[in-house]
């Protein structure tokens, strides 16, 4: 059963780079029909999507967000990165990497890690 | 952006009860519906994809329909444990979009 697990720091300042790792377990990063993907939540709200990247390499971002964030893979660690530049109060939120089965539903989730960006 | 409605905000009901949540999308989106359901702290949890289709290990007492812009999502019999908020995600076309959520409370 695959296995996904968030990692970073917890806390970011304002105007700093936001970075995480989603460790996948159990399953292979370029293996099927998937994507990865990032969304997030701030507390009390919806969730939202951040991006993906496609087997092939190939990244797909929200354009509200597209300016700011980069999506990568490690093929050899079997991770995927998050990047989000310049961040402020209101990239506040749990952060949460899926599975995308098909390009089209989220079928295996991490726990999330919850970021503060704060000074 | 596809924009995805839901109703209601949120639900108060009895174990036992039928519970119907609807979901609106800002224009046709075939098919490609999904709902999830999430509990305070935790990840949300696949339910139904491509509007009607349960996911693998999910209980009969969740279905889904509709097709265009409505669709619902039912449960049959609530147990305690539904007792979480539900979010439907539309992934016809990107960026995909939440709706708000529905939260069903205990009565």
């Known amino acids: 059963q695959v296995q996904l697990r968030e990692s970073g720091p917890g806390l970011v300042k304002p105007s700093e780079t936001l970075s995480l790792t989603c460790s996948v377990s159990?399953?292979?990063?370029?293996?099927?029909?998937?994507?990865w993907t990032w969304i997030r939540q701030p507390a009390g709200k919806a969730l939202e999507y951040i991006g993906r990247?496609?087997?092939?390499?190939?990244?797909n971002y929200n354009p509200s967000l597209k300016s700011r964030v980069s999506i990568t893979a490690d093929t050899s660690k079997n991770q995927i990165s998050l990047k989000l530049s310049s961040v402020t109060a209101a990239d506040t939120a749990v952060y949460f990497c899926?599975?995308?089965?098909?390009?089209?539903?989220?079928?295996?989730w991490g726990n999330g890690t919850t970021v503060t960006v704060s000074s | 952006d596809i924009q995805m409605t839901q109703s209601p905000s949120s639900l108060s009901a009895s174990v036992g009860d039928r519970v119907t949540i609807t979901c609106r999308a800002s224009?046709?989106?075939?098919?490609?519906l999904n709902w999830y359901q999430q509990k305070p702290g935790k990840a949300p949890k696949l339910l139904i994809y491509?509007?009607?289709s349960l996911h693998s290990g999910v209980p009969s007492r969740f279905s889904g329909s509709g097709s265009g812009s409505d669709f619902t999502l039912s449960i049959s019999s609530l147990r305690p444990e539904d007792f979480a908020t539900y979010y439907c995600q539309q992934s016809y076309s990107a960026p995909p979009t939440f709706g708000h959520g529905t939260k069903v409370e205990i009565k």
């Open positions: 491509d509007a009607s």
């Open positions: 224009q046709s989106i075939s098919r490609y």
């Open positions: 990247i496609y087997t092939s390499g190939e990244t």
């Open positions: 899926a599975r995308d089965r098909d390009h089209s539903y989220m079928d295996v």
């Open positions: 159990a399953g292979s990063i370029r293996s099927g029909t998937y994507s």
